[in-house]
Antibody, heavy 119, light 108 residues
């Protein structure tokens, strides 16, 4: 069974940093592209970042480019999101999501971790 | 970026009703469209991909259609567990992957 478990969320002040982790199990992590998707309170879904299976290709949403860094450790079956220069508008539940191996829809999702940016 | 627009944003229906949600892309996306269901406090769940292919385990009362710019999600006979928010997502052109704003389906 595919499992994705996010951690690392919490309360942080504006301008601060936070690192999210996503622990994967139940599949060959190194074979799949991964993404971060977020959802602000009461709002819709917003794609944040993508990383290819090898880590060689990375994309970011314009809203986080230059502030967030996605990475992965295939030996540890883990995905990360380093978030710097956090703003109030970054407050959201952050989900890690796996594609299906062929096409880029999000077949599996974690339960999410809440990031709150507030003073 | 491709803009995805869903309609309606919310509506009320009754158990047993047939309901249709529409998703329109700002440019053609072939059939590279997915539908998700999200219940309060839960992660989204994939329902349909490639515009009309039902994800394994999803009840057959859900169906999707369309190609190009216009797509629909239909629930043929609403059950109580179907009251949720539904999102479409294009994966034709990226980055960015883009979602519709969501359609909240409420009990009448």
């Amino acid at each position: 069974e595919v499992q994705l478990v996010e951690s690392g969320g919490g309360l942080v002040q504006p301008g601060g940093s936070l690192r999210l982790s996503c622990a994967a199990s139940g599949f060959t992590f190194s074979s799949y592209e991964m993404n971060w998707v977020r959802q602000a309170p009461g709002k819709g879904l917003e794609w944040v970042s993508y990383i290819s299976s090898s880590g060689s290709t990375i994309y970011y949403a314009d809203s986080v480019k230059g502030r967030f860094t996605i990475s992965r450790d295939n030996a540890k079956n883990s995905l990360y999101l380093q978030m710097n220069s956090l703003r109030a508008e970054d407050t959201a539940v952050y989900y890690c999501a796996r594609d299906n191996g062929i096409a880029d829809y999000f077949q599996h999702w974690g339960q999410g971790t809440l990031v709150t940016v507030s003073s | 970026a491709i803009r995805m627009t869903q309609s309606p944003s919310s509506f009320s229906a009754s158990t047993g009703d047939r309901v249709t949600i529409t998703c329109r892309a700002s440019q053609g996306i072939s059939s590279y469209l997915a539908w998700y269901q999200q219940k309060p406090g839960k992660a989204p769940k994939l329902l349909i991909y490639a515009a009309s292919t039902l994800q394994s385990g999803v009840p057959s009362r859900f169906s999707g259609s369309g190609s190009g710019t216009d797509f629909t999600l239909t629930i043929s006979c609403l059950q109580s567990e179907d009251f949720a928010t539904y999102y479409c997502q294009q994966y034709y052109s990226y980055p960015p992957y883009t979602f519709g704003q969501g359609t909240k389906l409420e009990i009448k």
